[in-house]
């Protein structure tokens, strides 16, 4: 049977054949309950997951991880230890699950003394409790959200998804306090859009949007009557006016920026070239290694289709313009062992390789042109694609060069573009940035 290396804490019961849910107390958590005196807990967590299925063992193995996880967070939090219980029946059935130990306010004591265990005791120690906490946003995205979404995706959320869901609930609690969520009137949801400062639309739609979410779970488990973030913040128009506030950079801004990083060494030398010559993502090119750039057709090309890229879309060839030959790339990428800028690190948080250079970019596009919002780092895939326009490049063209999602169904499975590099690398080379190069350096 395969192991499921992504479903946390699970481990194959040799003797059965049935998967098992291990999870070992951390050392202070473990500390504090036997100073509590719960003498009775012990350092494991384990639960028969009573299944062979493997998919079905990840299912109900991500449920019992959230709610342990949240229960060791609470422990450390300081709060009563004899109000922790893990009820093993809850992670051995599919289907919509009741958390016995968040119990609802509308549950009747008879629905609660059924889901309990017989011998009345926690997992972790001590009784169970009899009142459930204050269900506040947090509690809800916890104990609601998350095991609705993972039910019906079959797994968590990514680990940046989680991060923005738990930074939006941070922002809600401090404008309008930690109220439980049945006392978030319309009233405050609308003074919380009102008063949230934040420089970008789309980050401000995404926020309350993730509110939103979070509330519509609670509407569905008869938490609340009704959403009251649901029709607020920017519409979508305003967000799309937003974005086509972001420009693109003209000859002049151009060679200022480049004034500048032609000064640089590695990444800060070599991307802003590479964005600009190929009209690339930054999170693409910094996580370049060397063996992506090969032949193919007799024509060098950057290969992505290892890449962690955007979308499906974004797998491709980019055959490699005039410009950066002359300028090196082959001899420097000769160079490097593993990555072309191994200096950039994957950042798990963030899940992107190229935060900090692009925190740097912008950085020297300020000090180079000033502070504007409207010209950044991505502003030079938006030059690219000007130039090509105006280079006479059909549309479909530069879609299969940066990546862009085909328009039509022509496009799509007729043209086949993508895998045409003779015609691509002609088509890339109709482009002209020799202004830019002039004297500069091609080294590392």
């Not at 947090?138 to 609705?148: D, G, I, S, T």
């Not at 919380?192 to 309350?208: A, C, M, N, Q, Y």
């Amino acid at each position: 049977m395969p192991r499921y290396s992504s479903v946390p804490f699970t481990r194959l019961r040799s003797k059965g054949g049935t998967y098992i849910f291990k999870y070992q107390l951390p050392e202070d958590v473990y500390r504090i309950l036997r100073k509590a005196g719960q003498s009775g807990s012990r350092r494991t967590v384990v639960l028969s997951l009573k299944t062979c299925d493997p998919g079905v063992a990840r299912a109900r193995a991500l449920r019992a991880a959230a709610d342990t996880a949240k229960l060791v967070n609470q422990i450390r939090s300081g709060a009563s230890i004899q109000d922790f219980r893990l009820n093993p029946s809850d992670y051995q059935q599919d289907g919509p699950i009741t958390v016995t130990h968040d119990p609802l306010p509308h549950r009747s004591e008879r629905e609660l003394g059924q889901s309990r265990n017989r011998s009345g005791k926690s997992l972790l120690g001590g009784p169970t409790r009899k009142r459930g906490p204050r269900q506040t946003l947090l509690w809800v995205y916890e104990n609601v959200y998350l095991p609705r979404r993972i039910e019906r995706k079959g797994v968590p959320p990514r680990r940046r998804s989680r991060l923005d869901l738990e930074a939006a609930i941070r922002r809600c609690v401090a404008i309008i306090g930690d109220k439980e969520v049945q006392d978030i009137s319309r009233k405050d949801a609308e003074y919380f859009v009102r008063t949230l400062d934040l420089p970008s639309i789309g980050t401000r739609k995404k926020v309350i949007g993730v509110l939103s979410t979070i509330c519509n779970a609670a509407v569905e488990r008869e938490l609340i009557a009704r959403n009251p973030f649901r029709g607020l913040g920017p519409d979508r128009y305003a967000v799309m006016a937003d974005r086509k506030s972001y420009k693109r950079f003209d000859a002049e801004q151009l060679k200022r920026l480049f004034a500048r990083t032609e000064q640089k060494v590695n990444a800060m030398l070599w991307v802003p070239r590479l964005l600009l010559l190929t009209g690339a993502r930054l999170e693409e090119m910094a996580q370049l290694r060397t063996e992506w750039i090969k032949m193919r057709d007799g024509i060098a090309v950057i290969d992505l289709h290892e890449a962690q890229v955007k979308s499906p879309h974004n797998h491709r060839y980019v055959p490699l313009h005039r410009h950066l030959i002359d300028l090196g790339i082959l001899e420097y990428a000769s160079s490097c062992e593993d990555r072309l800028f191994p200096r950039l690190r994957y950042r798990r948080t963030a899940e992107r390789w190229g935060g900090s250079l692009s925190t740097r970019l912008n950085r020297e596009i300020d000090e180079a042109l000033g502070k504007n919002r409207t010209l950044t780092v991505h502003s030079l895939r938006k030059t690219f694609e000007h130039a090509a326009y105006i280079a006479g490049i059909q549309k479909p063209t530069f879609n299969a060069i940066t990546g862009h999602k085909p328009s039509d169904i022509s496009e799509e499975h007729y043209l086949h573009l993508k895998d045409d590099i003779m015609f691509l690398k002609k088509q890339i080379d109709l482009l002209d940035f020799s202004f830019l190069f002039a004297g500069r350096q091609s080294g590392s």
